[in-house]
């Protein structure tokens, strides 16, 4: 499935195992319920319910988004890619990015996060 327009409140999309909206950034509630790939633009874990995803990927993640991929236990591939702040980027970028989880074997980094 792929959202191809604008979208506001609670998206709630139960059967699709693969949900494509890397142009969404997430500012509400979303939950698939049966995805297993999601792409997301940005978000965070405090509103991006996926309780059976293996693999997430944030396309722009936000430059003051807060991501902690161990809340996703089934989550086994994380890719991100940090939004253009500007400079100075260590002033402005001050997304942060929690990377782990039980079921996590592979990570993949790019542009400017902050990982603690």
């Known amino acids: 499935m792929a959202l191809t327009s604008n979208a506001s409140g609670t998206i709630v999309i139960a059967n699709a195992t693969t949900?494509?909206?890397r142009k969404l950034a997430v500012t509400s509630t979303v939950t698939y319920t049966a995805a297993t790939q999601a792409h997301f633009k940005t978000g965070s874990h405090t509103n991006i319910n996926l309780p059976a995803v293996t693999t997430l990927e944030l396309f722009e993640q936000g430059v003051v988004s807060y991501m902690d991929t161990r809340v996703y236990t089934t989550l086994k591939n994380f890719y991100v890619t940090g939004g253009q702040g500007n400079a100075p980027f260590s002033t402005t970028v001050?997304?942060?990015v929690i990377i782990g989880g039980p079921?996590?074997?592979?990570?993949?980094?790019?542009?400017?996060?902050?990982?603690p």
């Open 19 to 21: 949900v494509d909206t």
């Open 94 to 96: 001050t997304s942060v």
């Open 103 to 115: 079921a996590l074997t592979t990570a993949e980094v790019k542009g400017v996060i902050s990982i």
